[in-house]
């Protein structure tokens, strides 16, 4: 079984701890712009911040209006052909100054001088990169990465975002859309329900260059079938292209029939099992074996939250005998080892199936390890941050980065998750009642290109790799999506990266009132995002139309279970070598 393969995908808690005196004495602006650092990447809020007027908000409530735009967003109007001139295509492994023809959805032409009539929209890419639309945010593999922020008294913030590293001093050029494998719109969570549904998170996913997602569906009262007839009504205003995710809340044989209906008839290939959430979600080792089984037969990808959850509930007592109620007691509830224990349980228990396994919610060190670990036996890992766990100590992070530019992460994904000041406040007086949850999904193509790129620890190419390509790859929708060929569809991106950007509440589309970037700058900009052969973002100004996402369905054994059969055999085959057998004669 060493040949066995597994996916590792990691996320990265989010935490924020203010004393009462900072709550009341701090906007969020000046909290993090003094105390973020360049690594920042997506924040989970855990407690209340000054809210904002929604009339502020660019995106309003566009979302349900089919008719004359509000909010600065209009119709799309832009033509079906579309030639982008001169930028530096970029894919996942070459670069070329190229021009690229798009006609109905479709990239139809890319090499260099393309000759066009007049009834075609050009775009002048020169001295820009296009690149694949970034952001299939698919809830699944992505690879985030871990900051801590704070002074010693005030606050703690956990962050993940997909960060890849790029050269500096970048020409601009074309790139594939992005794809962010890890969103959370529109979920009733913790009694509450997020506050960006599929058009507004869409719409800001769309202004920064995302292109696609991948959410989670959560089954109702532990059906699959309900679960995706009420996540198929949620999406029906979608603006953009958008796949499924399926949560396993419980274990029965009916659970597993459906499992074969969502992979064969509704296009999911991947499916997530919670080891954490005592009491709701959590299932044992025994039903996860089962999990494990069920998606290696039906060639889909098994995913797992790895916390001990068992130990997590104790922990969480513990803190409140202790008085502990506050924010602080998220992270103090759930250490690093409990995370590490699980991961490696988990790691083991699909390496025993022989399966690919995806481990979301990385952010630690103890969970880190035992994926590095489990890649050098030969392993597959891919990662992805996202809420809990909680924040670490400082050193987590540089872990997390270096474990990025070396390949062993692999993604990068927002765990995008919006609740509003007033959600927050709702766990004001116990921690364990905090809706979980920031944004990010229009941040993380910016913020991965500064903090990464920019700096010079990845290039261009790994960029796109790690922020559409690999994802594309993994969900079996590659060359469709995460490239710039032709046949592929038409999800780019132009980037400026002599641009500059700032990010602010104000100026973002979610329908959140607060940012956790507020205030943060940087270099490398997003000036033109095309989806399914539309310009929907170009000169700061959304054109897009409720309605006009499509659902991507996602064919099952993608390249994660090359070889599975192989290893299977070798391993069949060494059960059956002779035993010889001594009968005693005393």
């Given at each position: 079984?060493d ?7 990691m ?22 712009s ?5 690594l920042?990447?997506?924040l ?16 309003c409530?566009a ?6 735009p ?16 001169g ?10 100054i ?6 109905d959805?479709i ?5 260099p ?14 001295g ?5 639309g ?11 990465f ?11 913030v956990?962050?993940?975002?997909f ?10 050029g ?17 009694g509450?329900?997020?506050i ?7 719409a ?5 260059g ?8 959560i ?6 079938t ?47 099992f919670?080891?954490?959430?005592k009491?709701s979600?959590?299932?044992?080792d ?21 916390e001990n959850?068992?130990?997590?509930f ?10 502990i ?16 224990e699980?991961t ?10 022989n ?11 103890d969970a880190m ?20 766990p ?10 997390l ?9 692999q ?7 919006t ?23 229009e ?26 390509t ?13 490239a ?12 400026n ?42 000169n ?15 064919l ?31």
């Open positions: 079984m040949d066995c393969q597994v996916a590792i995908i996320e990265i808690p989010y935490v924020t701890n203010w004393t009462d005196s900072e709550l009341t004495q701090h906007s969020l602006s000046s909290a993090m003094s105390q973020l650092i360049s920042a990447s997506l989970l809020l855990l407690f209340t911040f000054p809210s904002q007027s929604e009339s502020d908000n660019l995106f409530d979302g349900t209006v089919h008719g004359e509000k909010c600065g967003i209009k119709s799309s109007s832009s033509s079906s052909k579309i030639l982008i001139k930028g530096t295509v970029v894919n996942a492994h070459h670069q070329e190229a021009d690229v023809y798009v006609e959805g990239i139809v032409a890319v090499h001088n393309i000759k066009v009539g007049d009834d075609v929209t050009v775009l002048d890419a020169t820009k990169y296009v690149m694949p970034a952001g299939v945010d698919f809830l699944f593999l992505l690879m985030n871990i900051i801590h922020v704070g002074r010693s008294e005030t606050l703690e956990s962050a993940y975002f960060v890849y590293l790029t050269t500096t001093n970048a020409l601009p074309t790139l594939t859309g992005g794809i962010d494998p890890h969103t959370h719109l529109a979920m009733e969570f913790m509450t329900e997020t960006d549904d599929f058009f507004s998170g869409q800001a996913a769309l202004a920064g995302t292109t696609m997602h991948i959410d989670f569906i089954p109702v009262d532990g059906s699959l309900a679960g995706f007839e009420a996540y198929k009504k949620k999406a029906k205003n979608s603006c953009m292209d958008y796949g499924f995710h399926m949560a396993i809340t419980k274990w029965n044989e009916v659970v597993s029939e459906e499992m074969e209906v969502m992979v064969k008839e509704k296009g999911i290939n991947s499916f997530k919670f080891m954490a959430y009491g979600f959590m299932i044992n025994d039903l996860l074996l089962e999990g494990l089984k069920r998606c290696k037969s039906l060639g889909a990808l098994a995913m797992v939250h790895a959850g068992d130990a997590v104790e922990g969480q007592k513990r803190m409140i005998e202790l008085g109620t506050g924010p602080e007691g998220h992270a103090l509830s759930r250490p690093p080892l409990l995370e590490g699980a490696s349980r988990a790691i083991r228990l699909a390496k025993f199936v399966t690919p396994l995806y481990v979301v919610h990385v952010m630690s060190i390890e035992e994926i590095s670990k489990a890649r050098k036996s030969g392993m597959i890992t891919l990662i992805l941050y996202v809420m809990s909680p924040i670490r100590a400082s050193g987590h992070d540089k872990a980065q270096a474990a990025l530019a070396t390949g062993v992460l993604l990068v994904g927002t765990d995008h998750c609740f509003n000041s007033t959600q927050k406040t709702y766990g004001i007086d116990d921690f364990r009642k905090i809706p979980n949850g920031v944004n990010g999904i941040e993380r193509m910016h913020l991965v290109w500064d903090t990464m790129v920019e700096t010079g620890r990845i290039s261009v190419t790994d960029y796109v790799r790690i922020t559409s690999e994802c594309a790859r993994i969900f079996n929708i590659y060359p469709r999506k995460g710039i060929l032709v046949g592929s569809d038409a999800d780019i991106i132009i980037l990266p002599n641009s500059s950007f700032e990010i602010t509440a104000t100026s973002h589309h979610s329908r959140s009132d607060t940012n956790v970037y507020e205030g943060r700058r940087g270099k490398g900009k997003v000036e033109v995002t095309i989806a399914g052969g539309r310009i929907v973002w170009e700061d100004e959304l054109k897009i139309v409720p309605g006009s996402g499509k659902y991507i369905e996602m099952p054994f993608s390249y994660l279970y090359d070889g599975i059969e192989k290893a299977d055999a070798k391993y069949l085959s060494s059960l059956k070598a002779p035993v010889k057998r001594f009968t005693s004669t005393a």
